[in-house]
C-alpha cells in the first residue's frame, strides 16, 4: 500500500453518528434494517431468514468467522484463518501451511490443537443489571464492578452446560450490555485447506488490493465425542458465478471499529499509538524477513509470524494515514458538534459534557500507554511467555471468587485459558528467542534504559542475554510440564525453578499495578463518559444506529460491484485465466505446481475473485457472502485497500470487500486438488 486515499472518507464522516446511509453498517441480528433492505436491494430479510443464517454463521478463536455448508458439520472459511492450525499440524518434512492440506476421508481429518468455533443461538438484553452495578462509580472501581457483574451473568447463563458459552457483550460503548449464548464445540478438524501458495498469491504486494487471485479457501469440521456434528441447519452451497449488481449478504464476526470514538480519542490514537506501533511493526518485519533468509526452515518458521505482522502494518498505516488526513478530522469533528448540538435539544444532560471529560483523559492516556502496552500488553507471539504468565495468572486468580477475578479468569473463560495452556503445539526457539528480545528491547527503547520498569525487566542484563537464557532454559515447551504447574496450582507455581515461571512472577505485581491505575486513571472515567454519549446518541437517532464492531455477529447488506477512483474504473470480478497471466515463477508470484499441472483442465472464464460494497472489517474474515435466498455465493477474505480508513467510516462509493467465489472453489476442488467427495458433500449429495 502506498497511500490510502482518506478525503473520500470525509463525505461519509457525517453518517458516524447519525443514522446509517446506503449500504453502510455492521448490524447485529436484533436490529436489521429490513426496511432500508428493501428498498435499496429489493428483498425481504424474513425472521426465518435470519434465524436460519444465523444458525449456520461461525465464530472462530483465531478471530476469524466461518459458515456451515453441509449437514455432517462442514465449515467454510479461509485458507489464512486456518493457518494457525496447518502450521501447528506441520512438520520439518511437510509444511501444511505453505503447501495446503486434503482429507479424503474423516479419518484422515487431523484435530486443531487450540481451535474453537463458537455459534450464537441467542441474545437478551442485561442493560439494566450491569449499569446498575456500576451505579455512582468511576475508575478502577467501576472497571471491576462492570467486570464482575458480566462475570457472574455470564457464568449463571451457562452453569453446567459444557457444550456452551456464555458472554456478556458491550454495545455502543456502555449504551447497551447484552448477554450473548454461544454453542461451542472445541473439537474442530482440518479438512482442506489451499496453502500459502494459492490462499496467498501475490502475498503482500497484493494483499488490500485488487484485482486478487486468491483461493483463500479451507474447510474445517466440527466434531463432538469423536464423530461429527449433526447440523441440519446448515446454508445451501450455491456454485453459480456471481453477476455484477446482485444482492449479498454477509455474516459474521468484525472484530473492532472506531466510528463511535470521540475526536479526542483519534488524537490520541495519531500522536501516541499509531507511531509506536507501526515503528515497532515495522522493525519487527524487517528481523523476521532476515530471519526467513537464513533457510528453509528459517522461513517456515517465520512466514507464520510475517503474515500477520504485514497484514497488521497496512493496517496501522492506513489507519494512520486516516487520522492525518485534515478534510477527515475535520468532518469528524463537525459530526461530533452535530451529536452534541442535537443532544442539547433532545435532552437534559444532567451527565455535564461527556465530550470533554474524555478529552481531559487523553493526558492520562498518552503518558500511561507505553508502561501498559509493554508490562501488561508483554511480548507479541511469544508463546513461551504467553505460558508464563497464563500459568502464574491463573493460580493466582482461582484462589479468589469467580467475579473478582482479572476478565479471562472467571470461571466462564477459565476453561479456555486452560485449552490454550495444555494445548500440544509445537514451540520454535529461533521465533520465541527473537520476538522476546525485541520485546525487551524496545521497552528500553520506549521507556529509556534507566526507568524502572525497564530496569525489573531486564534485572541488569542485555535483551539478547536475557530471552537467549529465558528460551534455552524453560521447560514450558512440554505439554507434560505445563500440565503439572496447572494442575499443582499456587503452591506449584511458587515451588517452580523454572526461569520462564521465575521470570512472569517477578514483573507480574508491577504489570497488574500499572493495569490498575491504567483502569482508575483512564479506562473507568472513559467508560462513565461513553456511556453518557451512548445515551445521547440513542435519545437523538434511536435504533437507527448501529454500535462499533465487538467480534460478535452482525450483518451486512450489499451489491457486487467494482468502484472508480481518480479516473480509473476497478472491474468486480477476475477469472482463473488472469492467475496465469500473472505468474511470474517468482515468489510472491509462483504458481502452485498443482495449479500449473490443472491449467487445461480448468474453465479460464471461471470467476474466481470478486468485489461488493458489503461493510466488513478485520474479523469478517471467512465471513459467508449470501446471495438473496440466503445461499452461499462466496466467501469474504479481504478489502480493497481504500477499505482500511472503514475502521473509522464507511464510503460507499471506494470501499469494497474482496470475496472468492463458490464457482472457483467448486471448479478448483474438482480439477484441481480431485476433492471429488468434497464437492458432493458441499451440494448435499
Known sequence: MK????????????????????????????????????????VDITPAWLARVQGATVRLSVGCSGSVVSGQGLVLTNNHCAEDCAHDLSTPG?????????????????????????????????????????????????????????????????????????????????????LYRYREYGDVRLVFSAGDRVGSFGGDPDNFNFPRYDLDVAFLRLYENGRPVATPQHLRWDPAPPTAGQAVFVAGNPGATFRELTTAQLETQRSVIAPIEIAQLAELRGRLVRLSEESPEAKRLADDLLFDLENDYKVEWGRLLALDDPAFMAARRAAEADLRAKALKTMSLGFGDPWADIAKLQEAAAALYPAQRTLEGGPNDSRLFDYARWLVRAAAERAKPSPDRLPGYDDSRLPFVEREVLAPVPVDAVTEQLTLEFWLAKARELLGADDPDVVLLLGGESPETLSKALVARTHLGDPAVRKALWDGGWTAIQASDDPMIRYALKIDPEARRIRAEYEERVIGPTDRAAEAIARARFAVYGASVYPDATFTLRLSYGAVQGWTWRGVTTAPFTTFSGLYRRGTGEPPYDLDPRWIAAKERLDPDTIFNFTTTNDIVGGNSGSPIMDAKGDVIGTAFDGNILSIGGDYGYDGAVNRSVAVSAAAITEALTKVYGADALVRELDGR
Open 3 to 42: 497511500f490510502l486515499p482518506v478525503a473520500a472518507l470525509a463525505a461519509c464522516v457525517a453518517a458516524l453518528s447519525v443514522p446509517a446511509q446506503a449500504d453502510e453498517g455492521m448490524w447485529t441480528f436484533d436490529n436489521v434494517p429490513t426496511a432500508d433492505i428493501k428498498a435499496a436491494l429489493g
Open 94 to 178: 511437510h509444511d501444511l501451511a505453505d503447501d495446503g492440506a486434503f482429507a479424503a476421508t474423516t479419518a484422515e481429518e487431523k484435530a486443531c490443537p487450540t481451535l474453537r468455533a463458537e455459534i450464537l443461538e441467542s441474545a437478551r438484553d442485561v442493560t439494566p443489571r450491569v449499569l446498575a452495578a456500576g451505579a455512582g462509580l468511576t475508575g478502577e472501581a467501576l472497571v471491576k464492578a462492570v467486570n464482575a457483574v458480566s462475570s457472574t451473568i455470564a457464568e449463571d447463563a451457562c452453569r453446567g452446560e459444557p457444550t456452551h458459552h456464555c458472554q456478556v457483550v458491550d454495545l455502543y460503548h456502555g449504551g447497551q450490555y447484552k
